[in-house]
């Protein structure tokens, strides 16, 4: 049987979604100029930090592609059964977390060609927004086989694994009202940048590492 080439975590949905975003960078480059200085951090009226055009149009499609990077490798991690049980929380996540780069690049091009309308702070808000649903639906969630984090390692026992979501859904509650704050005080395209990053990867990397630490506990 001819194996596939990409696991089955990465879909031909969110391959389109990176591809969207690798076009959105191709117009940028074509109708942004060369010299174009993206503000990335406002103080008062005045932009305090500016960001090359090149510098500021690369953000996006790399958090894509270490996203990307990082479902392949969990693809290979994950058995054929435990593969079974997860992909319908993996999926979607995958297609979240590359739809909020994607949505930054639109933004940073309507803002190279000098549109008034700040697609970027109100991603900051919609992405706040389910930040703060994700950590209410771990901090209340219960054990069960269709529900909660998924790794390629089990959690040890009941009491791990409420730990483990209590932790992570006040993780990601802090992540959402930090983004919502970043937002409401128009904080700059590069803080909210540096936001997004950090909780796209940072909070799954979080959750990953207290359920080791909790199942050598």
Do not use: C
């Not at 503000?39 to 958090?63: E, Y």
């Not at 969630?141 to 390692?153: D, T, V």
């Not at 979080?206 to 909790?214: C, D, E, I, K, S």
């Amino acid at each position: 049987m001819q194996q596939s080439i990409m696991p089955s975590l990465i879909t031909r949905f969110h391959l389109l979604i990176f591809s969207v975003t690798l076009s959105i960078t191709a117009v940028a480059i074509l109708r942004i100029p060369a010299d174009f200085m993206f503000p990335a951090h406002w103080h008062g009226s005045n932009a305090d930090w500016l960001w090359p055009r090149d510098t500021a149009l690369a953000i996006a499609p790399s958090i894509q592609a270490v996203l990307l990077l990082t479902f392949f490798v969990l693809g290979h991690a994950l058995t054929r059964n435990h593969m079974a049980k997860v992909r319908h929380i993996l999926d979607p996540a995958l297609s979240l977390s590359l739809a909020v780069p994607a949505a930054y690049q639109f933004g940073l091009l309507f803002m190279g060609i000098g549109s008034d309308l700040d697609l970027i702070r109100g991603l900051g808000f919609l992405f706040a927004a389910a930040l703060i649903l994700l950590g209410l639906v771990f901090f209340h969630a219960e054990r069960h086989s269709y529900g909660g984090l998924r790794m390629p390692w089990p959690i040890a026992s009941d009491q791990s694994w409420l730990l483990v979501h209590r932790i992570s859904g006040i993780a990601a509650l802090l992540a959402g009202a930090a983004v919502a704050a970043l937002s409401w005080l128009d904080a700059g395209p590069g803080i909210l940048a540096l936001a997004f990053a950090l909780s796209l990867l940072g909070l799954p990397l979080f959750a990953g590492l207290v359920t080791l630490a909790l199942n050598r506990a």
